[in-house]
T-cell receptor, first 111, second 113 residues
Framework: LAKTTQPISMDSYEGQEVNITCSHN???????ITWYQQFPSQGPRFIIQ???TKVTNEVASLFIPADRKSSTLSLPRVSLSDTAVYYC????????????FGTGTKLQVIP | DGGITQSPKYLFRKEGQNVTLSCEQN?????MYWYRQDPGQGLRLIYY???????QKGDIAEGYSVSREKKESFPLTVTSAQKNPTAFYLC????????????FGPGTRLLVL
């Protein structure tokens, strides 16, 4: 399983764009990159998933360079409610294989 | 409403006691997972199951047991062999297929008396 490395924590002011980068140097050909958000005492919630280039949905964008050894989650104009832990996962989403959650990035949005 | 339910929300265990955490899903997902989360830490995989009557150990299976007799149910038993069971336990399920992701339940917080 590909190991991921993320910053432990980040602070941002309300209204700013936040970029969280994840390193996954040994990502395999079949691996997708998935990001989850977790609030305290709740289960993680899916945010976005991608394989290469750029993916955008209503809450975030995911940028993946050509070598796929890293990825960047971009949250536009964050609000206080975006304060949470963000996990980057790499794994074969097409199968049953287990994926490994790292420690995640704790994002603190400041008023 | 489709989703994953976990019960109870809080569970207390006495020394030497086995306790069972419930996880039910009505999403018709094949795969189900159990994770443990300690304060300020990420999720660690305890057990996972790909199909009924089959399951595999995750990274921290010692002191835990599971069963998968029905597709929609994947109960986790925390045995007396688990010496440090206080944690937040999360159940998840996933459908097979390209780009499928895990759906998580609300979690059960286990405390030792």
């Amino acid at each position: 399983l590909a190991k991921t490395t993320q910053p432990i924590s980040m602070d941002s002011y309300e209204g700013q764009e936040v970029n969280i980068t994840c390193s996954h140097n040994n990502i395999a050909t079949n691996d997708y990159i998935t990001w989850y958000q977790q609030f305290p005492s709740q289960g993680p919630r899916f945010i976005i998933q991608g394989y290469k280039t750029k993916v955008t949905n209503e809450v975030a964008s995911l940028f993946i360079p050509a070598d796929r050894k890293s990825s960047t989650l971009s949250l536009p104009r964050v609000s206080l409610s975006d304060t949470a832990v963000y996990y980057c996962l790499v794994g074969d989403s097409g199968g049953y294989q287990k994926v490994t959650f790292g420690t995640g990035t704790k994002l603190q949005v400041i008023p | 409403d489709g989703g994953i339910t976990q019960s109870p929300k809080y569970l207390f265990r006495k020394e030497g006691q086995n306790v069972t955490l419930s996880c039910e899903q009505n999403l018709n997902h094949d795969a189900m997972y159990w994770y443990r989360q300690d304060p300020g830490q990420g999720l660690r995989l305890i057990y996972y199951s790909q199909i009924v009557n089959d399951f595999q150990k995750g990274d921290i299976a010692e002191g835990y047991s599971v069963s998968r007799e029905k597709k929609e149910s994947f109960p986790l038993t925390v045995t007396s062999a688990q010496k440090n069971p206080t944690a937040f336990y999360l159940c998840a399920s996933k459908r097979t297929g390209i780009q499928e992701t895990q759906y998580f339940g609300p979690g059960t917080r286990l405390l030792v008396l």
